[in-house]
């Protein structure tokens, strides 16, 4: 009840804040509301936001911080993606969630990662910051540097897996266009966010399967492909999600969004209906 009152509450705010970037600033019914802290709707081809609500808000981002982490390993960490992953005793004790690492467990960079999106393994990011970085603190610095080159210029990160500290911070637009970057430049980020489910390959040969924390992925959306969850208790729900119509490819990302898994197939409808009628 509280929150299809806030969603009531927000619905003109949000038609209001629609429409000064849509065609001729006027105001477009069809604008679905949403009670999301934060939220931004991308073009991931041409960067146009086509959604927003508070897009330059800092919020915390939770989990979706993997969008980064990912990013971060497949450019700084390119020549290591196939040798084995260093799992420290630190990163196997990460607080929940967990991929269920250890030391001396024989898995590649590639296969951890995949593992660490689809179930949102928090001690699998650290174990790839290790890897990648030398420490958790040298592994943010790239993501730092790698957020600027994406074009996320208010975000800031301080760790791989987005437990809430002191300056980790994104915005919505930020995370949307990292989101879109990833899945424009990286075909292994592109398949894998939208992986529902993953045998994960040891080195020995043997698996383990996951399956994915993403609802908006199984839900049967049409075109669905990805990309991310996230919760923290101070983050709330998150969801950055994408999917791909008649060669278009639209972004929502959602910040403390108590009605992510609704909110994100209506404001994605809501964005290719835009695109349909050229507004």
């Not at 991308?42 to 936001?49: F, H, L, M, N, V």
């Not at 966010?193 to 609802?215: C, E, F, R, W």
């Given at each position: 009840m509280f929150s299809a009152c806030k969603k009531l509450l927000c619905s003109l705010f949000v038609i209001l804040l629609v429409s000064v970037?849509?065609?001729?600033?006027?105001?477009?019914?069809?604008?679905?509301?949403?009670?999301?802290?934060?939220?931004?709707?991308?073009?991931?081809?041409?960067?146009?936001?086509?959604?927003?609500?508070?897009?330059?808000?800092?919020?915390?981002?939770?989990?979706?911080t993997k969008i980064v982490t990912m990013i971060t390993a497949l450019d700084q960490g390119k020549d290591k993606l196939d040798k084995p992953l260093y799992i420290s005793w630190g990163a196997a004790n990460t607080e929940p969630s967990c991929l269920g690492i250890a030391p001396g467990d024989q898995i590649t960079l590639k296969e951890a990662m995949r593992g660490m999106m689809v179930v949102s393994g928090n001690d699998a990011a650290v174990a790839v910051a290790e890897t990648v970085g030398g420490s958790v603190a040298g592994f943010a610095d790239m993501m730092n540097a790698e957020a600027v080159k994406m074009g996320a210029t208010h975000s800031h990160f301080v760790n791989p897996n987005g437990l809430t500290a002191a300056g980790h911070h994104t915005t919505a637009v930020d995370m949307a266009r990292m989101a879109a970057y990833g899945l424009k430049?990286?075909?292994?980020?592109?398949?894998?966010?939208?992986?529902?489910?993953?045998?994960?390959?040891?080195?020995?040969?043997?698996?383990?399967?996951?399956?994915?924390?993403?609802?908006?992925?199984?839900?049967?959306?049409?075109g669905a492909s990805g990309v991310k969850t996230g919760y923290t208790q101070a983050a709330g729900d998150c969801l950055v999600a994408s999917a791909t119509r008649n060669g278009h490819t639209l972004v929502v990302a959602l910040f403390n969004d108590d009605d992510r898994w609704e909110d994100a197939p209506a404001i994605l409808d809501y964005g290719f209906r835009r695109i349909q009628t050229g507004r």
């Open positions: 970037g849509g065609t001729a600033g006027s105001v477009q019914a069809d604008v679905p509301p949403t009670s999301a802290e934060a939220a931004c709707l991308i073009d991931a081809d041409t960067g146009r936001i086509l959604y927003r609500v508070n897009p330059d808000k800092w919020v915390h981002p939770a989990s979706t430049h990286y075909p292994e980020f592109a398949y894998t966010v939208a992986l529902p489910s993953y045998q994960m390959h040891y080195i020995d040969g043997h698996t383990k399967y996951v399956t994915t924390t993403n609802h908006f992925l199984t839900s049967g959306y049409e």
